[in-house]
């Protein structure tokens, strides 16, 4: 294990002298063994309500147990056969490339489906307070994002502003699926505290079922679903950029986690051109769509979408007109067609390759490692 370098939060160009950026696994998910685990974190009211309701377990179910997607073949797991239910188990298998210096762990356990406001921000507040405990406590390489009480605008901000201070949480989670878009006025309680405390937002893959999971209504199979992610969190940016958050708070950053980015540059033509006959409607927008997501948005690199194929990296960078766009992510320890580290494959380009791995997640976390490690 490496020395770690914790940077304060302020804006920093490059490294300090003696360290290099570190590279970062932007999206990974450890995950709760069981909701009793929650019990020392809860106070006595919320304890005796989950032992009360049998301790239910929220699990949303996004990667289902025993498909191909759930877990890596090789994944070290607990005698239940699940993986990264063990710090330990986590860190041999992420860190076992000999690369990784810091993972991010986004905590995926259901929070946000609980639909009780001061319920959801009881367990928001008490899975936080799991993850520093049981997870980043015990490994210094670890580092996570904030788990809110997304449903309640005013509670999230609290939630953020409390474990904002704690340098080992370094950005705020949101679910690809929400009751109302993330743009929308009521929901800038969050976008505001987030910038105040210098925290890049992600957007993963998910959401509160509240509603359908599409616009139009209630898939059937778990292949619509999981497609369906895509149009998601196409509305989610679409709603960001137009009702103005970029300009109301211009230093937000955004990472969009989990489904993929070949979809972003027929999305964004289509938002400039449209954008092109549409300004007078959202006359705050004082530059193209395209120019405000190239520098507020960051998208992780698994699943790598066919990136990783003989000069498919270089395609992709090429339509999306900028090599800043991209950070790397294992998704450990869901299991995709091709490994984390194939995406190397498809450019000859080492600059573009060190941009993805390290420079990219160093203008978002300000990560960095001995020089030397």
Not at 219 to 243: C, D, F, K, M, R
Request: proline content about 7%.
């Amino acid at each position: 294990m490496v020395d770690t370098v914790v940077i304060p939060r302020q804006e920093l160009a490059e490294p300090p002298a003696g360290t290099r950026a570190a590279v970062v696994d932007c999206d990974t998910h450890p995950i709760l063994p069981s909701a009793r685990e929650l019990l020392p974190y809860l106070d006595e009211y919320w304890g005796d309500q989950l032992i009360g309701a049998l301790a239910p377990y929220y699990d949303p179910n996004y990667h289902p147990r025993g498909s191909n997607i759930a877990q890596l073949p090789d994944a070290r797991t607990d005698a239940d056969g699940r993986a990264a239910t063990r710090v330990e188990d986590f860190v041999a298998d992420v860190f076992a490339d000999g690369r990784t210096d810091f993972a991010i762990l986004n905590c995926l356990y259901a929070v946000q489906q609980m639909h009780q406001p001061r319920r959801e921000a009881a367990h928001a507040r008490a899975l936080n307070d799991w993850i520093a405990h049981e997870w980043l406590a015990q490994d210094s390489r670890l580092r996570a994002s904030i788990v809110v009480p997304q449903g309640t605008p005013e509670l999230a901000a609290e939630e953020i502003n409390r474990r904002a201070d704690d340098d080992r949480f370094v950005q705020v989670l949101l679910l690809g699926q929400s009751e109302l878009l993330y743009g929308r006025q009521i929901n800038w309680p969050i976008w505001e505290a987030a910038e105040r405390n210098g925290l890049p937002v992600t957007l993963h893959l998910g959401g509160v079922f509240r509603q359908a999971p599409t616009s139009v209504g209630w898939p059937t199979s778990y292949l619509e679903w999981y497609v369906g992610q895509q149009s998601n969190l196409e509305a989610q940016i679409n709603s960001i950029v137009s009702e103005g958050v970029l300009q109301k708070f211009p230093n937000t950053r955004v990472v969009v986690s989990e489904v993929g980015f070949h979809w972003l540059p027929p999305f964004v033509w289509k938002f400039d051109k449209l954008w092109k006959s549409y300004r007078h409607d959202v006359p705050w927008l004082d530059r193209a769509p395209s120019d405000l997501i190239r520098d507020h948005f960051r998208f992780t690199t698994a699943p790598s979408d066919g990136a990783e194929e003989a000069g498919g990296l270089d395609s992709i960078v090429d339509r999306m007109g900028s090599d800043q766009m991209l950070v790397y992510s294992s998704d450990y320890p869901h299991r995709h067609t091709t490994g984390p580290h194939q995406i190397a494959n498809g450019t000859s380009n080492d600059e573009l390759i060190e941009r993805i791995y390290r420079q990219n997640a160093w203008d978002l976390y300000h990560l960095s490692v001995p020089a030397s490690g």
